[in-house]
């Protein structure tokens, strides 16, 4: 289909029909967060190389509808960014395993949608494809965010998918995100005379001690179990070599089920940590797993699988708050994500293409 | 003295014949480690104005001696440099404390130095002024340490006497000092699925509740007690803001009695953190107080105070590594340097100046 756009792809043919080839073709272009125009440029002019789309593009977002006057209309997203390479740039192929940064988070998915896109010029319901930026870094620079505010129509649709890794299960809402600053406070003095100040890092053992001894509270909503999370992703403190240190510093990272608010989820960090100063840098709800939407359930009938809870936040929180019932579905396996030996199942990418293509072809 | 010399010096005499005002025209020269230039060329300029004194400087480091033929030579040497600031610049005055950086350690004491040495033209013994910099960070900066290498024959003497900060008392000796870096290592995850990873910072606890319970090992050698210390003076660790951090390192400062070798501390510290890694990154040894040779017990009979042990490491180790007795003796207050609330107390500028004055005049 590509062979007389005006806009020549730079994948081939064969590729853009191979979702397989495709996903290694997107992996070997690198797009650490805040690096994507390379990709974005490549997955628009494959875009646009096909007629039975409509395409836009903002930034580092792109859209392709099709516009058959069809009764629904169900929106495929997934990011195009990845978090920083770990040894593991570009791809490698070992039997049926692909491995290399993004694999499973998710370009394997967002290949999946370009895939369909490029391939299936009339599927039963009108679908918009969107790829978008910045998902692995701060919600401010978050592409689907962002579109959200400046081109809410972009988003208008019945029901989301988003092909994040769920190893070609459903997993259904999210939990939400929540970072926090625990500081720990003390009092300087000379190294050889610690006795007479306060030690900041000594004092942060009783606050690693009771992050070590959390544990999970694990909450079962629609069938499916939310696992939360509590974990320091930084530390920080010290003056100079022979200063006893007044300030330490831990960013930690809480992931809560949906049937609990941001604002409650904070309430149990302060008392969690209680006696130490907690700042909330950044807090966004989850999603309740919302499958009693007729979409949803058609294509929970179309996977065969019940469908699980979302551990890790996702952007169908974004499309949740808009009204929009959303679930996860990707070749990807969750659990490899941001590893060093981050991989993808070639069956599962071919399964998910199948799937997808037996609900879209109707 | 000053008045009739080609070198025209950065302070009037009457501020070189004034201790106190000396004190605090150094301490308004700004010279955290590393920015030494300028409060040496003021020091260089003082030194060449009074003619008794043959001056050398190399980089930073400037020596004056008297030549008279006297039959012992003592040594009277200072830092020029201070730890960073920290709200305390310039100078203030409130009653008989002079607060701000450098006041205590050490430029109260190397102006009693350079107050010395330009004020008294026929002391009984002759004198080595010395003035260095980078006392206060990583020993390979050390004025005194290159000096000693490059020019050993400017540290040629009988006695030294090192104007660290003692409170006016004579300390003796000086501790040991090691850094080591405690390494945790773990497994990096999705900090959504934080059960498939190991949290390194988490795992730092256990180090940290070490170190809070570390006690002091105490020592008496010649009648002084020495108090050791074990400190994290850093700690850094994390990947990204949703991911399980794989390694977590902590900088560690030890200061041991001189009973100790620097092997005989390496390997109590490799037991107290057992199970973990560590790495000695600097390691210098102490020094025994050595209080027998007989300049010192001279100047301990000018002070009339029995002599302490000196906590913090300081160069007294570098003048008893090259056979010299060496003691520290100046008017700052050990237990204010490095903090924020640095002072001296004017009293004990002028009673210094008193005790050398009498020591070096006979």
Redesign the interface.
């Known amino acids: 289909m590509a062979a007389h756009s005006p806009f020549p792809s730079p994948w081939q043919a064969d590729v853009l029909d191979d979702p397989v080839a495709l996903t290694r073709a997107m992996v070997d272009i690198e797009s650490v967060s805040g690096d994507e125009k390379e990709i974005t440029d490549a997955v628009e002019l494959a875009l646009r190389s096909a007629p039975h789309l409509a395409v836009d593009r903002v930034g580092n977002v792109v859209r392709a509808n099709t516009n058959l006057g069809r009764a629904q209309r169900v929106i495929l997203a997934g990011h195009l960014d990845t978090?920083?390479l770990?040894d593991n740039f570009p791809s490698t192929l070992d039997g049926d395993l692909l491995y290399g940064c993004g694999t499973s988070?998710m370009k394997s998915g967002s290949a999946l949608a370009l895939h369909l896109a490029v391939s299936l010029p009339e599927p039963v319901f009108d679908v918009t494809y969107l790829f978008y930026d910045c998902e692995?870094?701060?919600a401010e620079h978050n592409g689907l965010n962002k579109i959200s505010q400046s081109h809410p129509d972009w988003l208008a649709a019945d029901f989301a998918i988003l092909l994040e890794p769920t190893y070609g299960l459903v997993e259904a809402g999210c939990?939400g995100?929540m970072?926090v600053v625990v500081r720990i406070e003390g009092r300087?003095?000379?190294?050889?005379?610690?006795?007479?100040?306060v030690?900041a890092?000594?004092?942060?053992?009783e606050v690693?001690?009771r992050?070590?001894g959390y544990e999970?509270r694990r909450v079962v909503i629609d069938g499916c179990e939310f696992?939360e999370?509590?974990?320091?992703?930084?530390?920080?403190?010290?003056?100079?070599?022979?200063?006893?240190?007044d300030l330490?510093e831990?960013?930690v990272?809480h992931?809560f089920a949906p049937d609990r608010t941001a604002v409650e989820a904070e309430a149990y960090l302060r008392d969690f940590f209680e006696g130490y100063h907690v700042e909330v840098v950044e807090a966004v709800g989850g999603a309740l797993p919302g499958l009693s939407a007729t979409p949803a359930q058609d294509f929970i009938t179309a996977v065969g699988t019940a469908p699980l809870a979302k551990?890790?936040?996702t952007d169908v929180a974004r499309f949740a708050s808009l009204g929009i019932p959303a679930l996860n579905f990707g070749p990807g396996d969750?659990?490899l994500?941001?590893?060093?030996n981050e991989h993808v199942e070639v069956t599962k990418i071919v399964e998910g293409a199948e799937v997808l293509r037996r609900w879209l072809a109707g």
């Open positions: 978090v920083p770990h988070d692995e870094i701060d939990q995100s970072r300087r003095a000379h190294a050889a005379r610690s006795w007479h100040g030690n890092i000594h004092g942060a053992a690693l001690r992050l070590a999970s696992r999370a509590l974990n320091a992703v930084y530390i920080r403190g010290g003056v100079a070599g022979n200063v006893v240190p330490c831990i960013d990272n992931r551990l890790g936040w969750p659990n994500a941001h590893t060093k």
